[in-house]
């Protein structure tokens, strides 16, 4: 018991060292950005690995989070702000990331298209050097663009209000008891839940991006040590001969999925925390939901399609 205690006050007092540090020298992890062309590039990238997934970067991003809670406790206006900006990233990446479902379905109908009238057994797009694949590996890739709505709209989904909630309590409560809720369930169970994913799949992502492999286990000599073979080695295989073979893709999208969601949890908490300090008055200020125009016609539902029809 003591010996955790002491581990969490030396990592959460290093916490402030490290973060410092990453600061005045980006230059140490952020070197292969331009490229790994010389040693000291390859082992830039080797410590981006290694603290994007360590205990490190955990306790410094957990201090970031409580410094920011706590100085919005004393001043609410920068709270606010950091509400706001938060679910408004949410929100504007969301709003993109839904054209994913309309290319998804044109694509589709395309493909329908090429292979049953045309029977052609692939697709190319573009002029002058057209990007060619087989059919097959058009109608895998319909997959990405599912996971970009999935990983990429699920944090706007939640500020829209639109995920489904399984209601024990919360409507029986009064409104104080509601967002007490709230709280408790981004801090016990988004935030959890979002770091748990995003250490698993950042080591999962940089395996199949990068020779010789990574793991969670490597301590950062070993790391360093094998920066002098470093080289890029992005997953191209596939599931079929001349399917997509892009899934490293799915990867990425884990961890942005992992990480939005983790800030989601900290808006949702900080949301929860100002509209229960200030009250009913208080509540979904400055949400930026999408919502129905008052003379804007509602053009789904069989009672619709009814009325058209007569």
């Excluded at 298209?113 to 087989?134: E, L």
Aim: net charge negative; with cysteine.
């Amino acid at each position: 018991m003591v010996d955790g205690i002491v581990w969490f006050l030396d990592n959460l007092a290093l916490a402030f060292y490290n973060i410092a540090y990453a600061i005045m020298h980006p230059s140490s992890w952020l070197r292969w950005v331009l490229g790994l062309d010389t040693p000291e590039a390859k082992e830039s990238l080797m410590r981006f690995v290694f603290y994007g997934g360590s205990v490190e970067f955990f306790f410094a991003v957990f201090v970031i989070v409580v410094l920011v809670i706590a100085t919005g406790m004393v001043f609410r206006p920068f709270i606010w702000g950091v509400v706001r900006v938060l679910e408004g990233f949410a929100n504007a990446v969301g709003r993109v990331a839904a054209w994913a479902g309309l290319i998804m379905v044109l694509q589709q109908i395309v493909i329908v298209f090429i292979q049953r009238i045309f029977t052609r057994a692939d697709m190319s797009f573009g002029f002058g050097s057209p990007f060619t694949k087989d059919i097959s590996w058009w109608s895998e890739e319909l997959k990405l663009w599912n996971a970009v709505i999935v990983c990429l709209a699920c944090t706007y989904t939640f500020v829209q209000g639109g995920h489904v909630r399984v209601d024990l309590v919360y409507a029986a409560v009064g409104y104080r008891a509601k967002k007490l809720i709230d709280m408790l369930g981004a801090l016990f169970f988004m935030m959890p839940m979002a770091v748990l994913i995003w250490m698993y799949a950042w080591y999962f992502m940089w395996r199949n991006l990068v020779n010789p492999p990574v793991s969670a286990s490597d301590q950062l000599e070993r790391m360093l040590l094998k920066a002098r073979a470093l080289n890029w080695r992005v997953e191209t295989i596939g599931f079929s001969p001349n399917g997509f073979d892009a899934y490293f893709l799915f990867k990425v999208l884990m961890v942005l999925f992992a990480g939005m969601v983790f800030l989601q949890a900290v808006a949702f908490f900080c949301r929860s925390f100002l509209e229960w300090a200030e009250g009913p008055e208080a509540e979904g200020r400055g949400l930026d939901r999408d919502v129905l125009e008052p003379d804007e016609p509602v053009l789904e539902g069989p009672e619709h399609l009814s009325h058209e029809g007569m």
